[in-house]
C-alpha cells in the first residue's frame, strides 16, 4: 500500500506535466479545425437521431430494444452468479484482440461489461442502418462515427473496466500508470499540445541506416523529386527497365524496408534495373504544384532520365496507391498525346474509379473540402499529420487504442516495428495537387467518368492498351479489392488482375521467404469483383514470382547489366538521398 500511494502521487505529479503540456499554446487553425470537425460530426449524428426522435413509437421502440439487450445480460449474468452455464447474448468478434484476456470470460461482472458494450454498440449501429430518409453521403459519415465513438467507449480502454490492466495496477503496486503518464507529457510534448501516440520505438530505426540501404544513387534531381537507380547485383538485366512511382503521401521506403522486407532490392536480386521517385517533402513554396506538376515534373522527367541511364526508350512502370492513380492518368494523357515510352504498367493497390473508394469518403464532401481548401490556402500544404490521423482512424482499433493501452495504462514502449516507423513517418501535401486529387477522384470520380484534364489533355481511360499487372488486397480499407477491380476494368489494354491476402501494406510487402498470406489469380474477366473472386485460383504465399513470371513474359530480352547513370548522368549522392530523410 505504501508503494501504491507513493507511485498515485507520482502519477498524479506526472498528470500536472501532461496537463501542462496540453495547455500549450497552439495554432489557431488547429483550434478551429477541431471545432469545425466536432459540429460536422454532431451535425451528421444528429440527422439519425432526428429520424427516431421525430416519431414517439420510433422512439419508444429504440429504447425498448436497448433496454431488452440490458435485461438479457442482467438475467445471464445472475444465473452465472448461482454456479448455472449459460450462453452468452452476443460475443465479440473471434478476432477482436481487445478481449482475448482470460479475464472477459472467467469473471461474470467483466463478461456482463464486455456484453452491455457488444449490445449497445449493435443498437447504435442498428440504429443507423435503419434509419430512413438518410442521403448514402450522411448514413456513411454517421456509421464511421458511430463506429469511432464505439471503439474509443470501449471498457478495454480504460483502467477500471479492465480486468487484464487491474492485474498489471495491482502487480506493479501502480508502477505502470506512473510510467503511462509519464509516456503520455512526453507523447503530449512531441505533439505540441496535441497527442500524437507513438506506435513504434521511433529511434529504433533510421532511414539510410536499417531501413532504404538498397545500394544505388540519385541520379537525377528537381524542386519535386529525386530519381534513385540501383547497383545491379547480377551479371545480365532484363532489356527493359522498371520505374517505381511511389505515393507521395508517405515515402517511398515502403518498398525498401529492411533488406529482408525490401521489393526494390528483391527486383534487383531478379535481374531488373529499378528506378524509383523518392518525392520531396513540400513546403509552402510548392503550394502551387499541381497533379499536372507531379506528372510532367515527376513520371514524364523521371521517364526522360531513365532513357538517358539505360539506353532505352520505353520503360515498365511500376505506381502504388495514389502514385498509381497518378500512372494511371499519365497514361491516359500519353495515349491521347501519342506517348508510347511506357511498355507496360503495374498497379499496387491503386484505385482509378473512386465509387467504391471505402471510408476515405466520409471525409470528402463539398463542405469539407471547402473547409480544407482555407486551410491549405493559408499554410499552402496539407500537414502530414493530418492523412495520417485519417489512415489510422480507418483502423482504430489497431492503430490507435491498443497503443493508448500499451503506452498509457500498462506503461510500456511501443515495439521495434520498421512497418509502424514508415507509418509515422508521414509527408505534407502541396495545396494544389490535394486538391486535384480530392476532388477529381473522391469527390466527382472525375478521373473514371473521363472529365478530368491535365495539362489541357481529357483524359480517357479507355485509351490506355498497355499490358497491366493490377494488384489489390483482401482486407484494404484505403483501395478496397472492389474499387481496384472496376478500375481496372476501365483499361482497354490486356490486364492480369491478382487479389492478395491481407491489407493495404501487409499484402503488398510480402516476401516470398517468409510464406505468409495467398493470393488469388485468374478468375473469369467480367465486370463482377465477385463472380471473379469466385472462379479465382488461391496460391499459398507471396504474389511476387507471379509478377516476375508476367513481367518476364511480357518483356523476356536480356543485356549485360548497366552501371548506374549508364555512363551518361553523374551520380548527385548515394541513396536513399536527402528528400526522403526530411521530416514533417
Not at 507511485?7 to 506526472?14: C, I, K, P, R, T
Not at 491489407?503 to 505468409?516: E, F, Q, R, S, Y
Not at 511476387?544 to 547489366?561: G, I, R
Request: hydrophobic fraction near 40%; proline fraction near 5%; charge should be negative.
Amino acid at each position: 500500500m505504501e508503494a501504491f500511494a507513493r507511485n498515485l502521487a507520482q502519477m498524479v505529479e506526472e498528470g500536472g506535466k501532461a496537463m501542462a503540456a496540453y495547455l500549450t499554446p497552439r495554432d489557431g487553425a488547429n483550434t478551429e479545425a477541431m471545432a469545425e470537425d466536432i459540429a460536422d460530426a454532431l451535425k451528421t449524428v444528429g440527422h439519425v437521431a432526428e429520424y427516431w426522435i421525430a416519431d414517439p413509437q420510433r422512439t419508444v421502440e429504440a429504447q425498448s430494444r436497448l433496454m431488452a439487450g440490458y435485461l438479457s445480460v442482467w438475467a445471464n449474468t445472475m444465473k452465472r452468479l448461482a454456479g448455472e452455464e449459460v450462453a452468452p447474448v452476443t460475443a465479440p468478434d473471434p478476432k477482436d484482440a481487445r478481449f482475448k484476456d482470460e479475464g472477459w470470460r472467467e469473471s461474470p461482472i467483466f463478461d456482463a461489461l464486455k456484453q452491455a458494450y457488444l449490445v449497445t454498440t449493435h443498437w447504435a449501429q442498428d440504429m443507423v442502418q435503419e434509419a430512413e430518409g438518410i442521403d448514402p453521403h450522411t448514413r456513411h459519415k454517421a456509421e464511421f462515427l458511430v463506429r469511432q465513438i464505439s471503439n474509443a467507449i470501449s471498457p478495454s480502454n480504460f483502467v477500471l473496466t479492465n480486468p487484464e490492466l487491474i492485474r498489471e495496477t495491482l502487480s506493479s503496486s501502480g508502477e505502470n500508470l506512473v510510467k503511462g503518464m509519464k509516456n503520455l507529457t512526453e507523447d503530449l510534448i512531441e505533439g505540441g499540445g496535441s497527442l500524437k501516440i507513438r506506435q513504434t520505438d521511433m529511434n529504433a530505426f533510421e532511414v539510410g541506416r536499417n531501413l532504404a540501404t538498397t545500394p544505388g544513387k540519385v541520379i537525377f534531381e528537381n524542386e519535386l523529386m529525386q530519381l534513385i537507380q540501383y547497383e545491379p547485383t547480377t551479371a545480365s538485366v532484363k532489356k527493359t527497365p522498371v520505374l517505381i512511382v511511389p505515393p507521395w503521401i508517405n515515402k517511398f521506403y515502403i518498398l525498401d524496408l529492411t533488406a529482408e522486407k525490401s521489393l526494390i532490392r528483391w527486383l534487383v536480386d531478379q535481374g531488373l534495373t529499378v528506378f524509383t521517385i523518392s518525392w520531396v517533402n513540400p513546403d509552402a513554396r510548392l503550394a502551387e504544384k499541381g497533379f499536372d506538376d507531379y506528372m510532367r515534373e515527376g513520371i514524364m522527367t523521371a521517364l526522360d532520365t531513365v532513357a538517358v541511364a539505360s539506353g532505352e526508350r520505353r520503360a515498365h512502370t511500376v505506381g502504388y496507391c495514389v502514385g498509381g492513380t497518378l500512372l494511371a492518368s499519365t497514361l491516359a494523357y500519353m495515349a491521347a498525346t501519342g506517348d508510347d515510352r511506357i511498355a507496360s504498367a503495374t498497379f499496387l493497390t491503386t484505385q482509378i474509379d473512386f465509387t467504391h473508394a471505402g471510408d476515405l469518403k466520409v471525409f470528402v464532401d463539398e463542405e469539407q473540402l471547402a473547409s480544407l481548401e482555407r486551410k491549405m490556402k493559408e499554410m499552402g500544404y496539407l500537414e502530414g499529420g493530418k492523412m495520417a490521423a485519417a489512415f489510422n482512424l480507418l483502423r482504430s482499433n489497431d492503430l490507435i487504442w491498443p497503443y493508448v493501452v500499451n503506452n498509457y495504462m500498462k506503461g510500456k514502449a511501443p515495439f521495434p516495428f520498421d512497418l509502424l516507423f514508415w507509418n509515422a513517418d508521414s509527408t505534407r501535401m502541396p495545396a494544389s495537387n490535394h486538391s486535384y486529387y480530392l476532388r477529381n477522384c473522391y469527390l466527382t470520380n472525375n478521373i473514371a467518368r473521363g472529365l478530368a484534364e491535365l495539362s489541357g489533355v481529357r483524359l480517357d481511360m479507355r485509351k490506355v492498351t498497355v499490358p497491366v499487372y493490377s494488384l489489390a488486397t483482401r482486407e484494404d480499407h484505403i483501395a478496397p479489392a472492389n474499387s481496384v477491380y472496376i478500375g481496372a476494368n476501365l483499361l482497354s489494354g490486356p490486364v492480369r488482375y491478382v487479389l492478395a491476402g491481407s491489407g493495404h501494406i501487409a499484402g503488398v510487402v510480402n516476401p516470398p521467404t517468409k510464406m505468409k498470406y495467398q493470393y488469388w489469380a485468374d478468375g473469369p474477366t467480367g465486370p463482377s469483383f465477385d463472380l471473379w473472386l469466385e472462379g479465382a485460383r488461391e496460391h499459398k504465399g507471396s504474389w511476387w514470382p507471379d509478377w516476375m513470371a508476367w513481367f518476364t513474359n511480357q518483356h523476356p530480352e536480356e543485356v549485360p547489366a548497366r552501371v548506374v547513370g549508364g555512363g551518361r548522368l553523374t551520380p548527385i549522392e548515394d541513396a536513399p538521398g536527402r528528400y526522403v530523410k526530411a521530416r514533417s
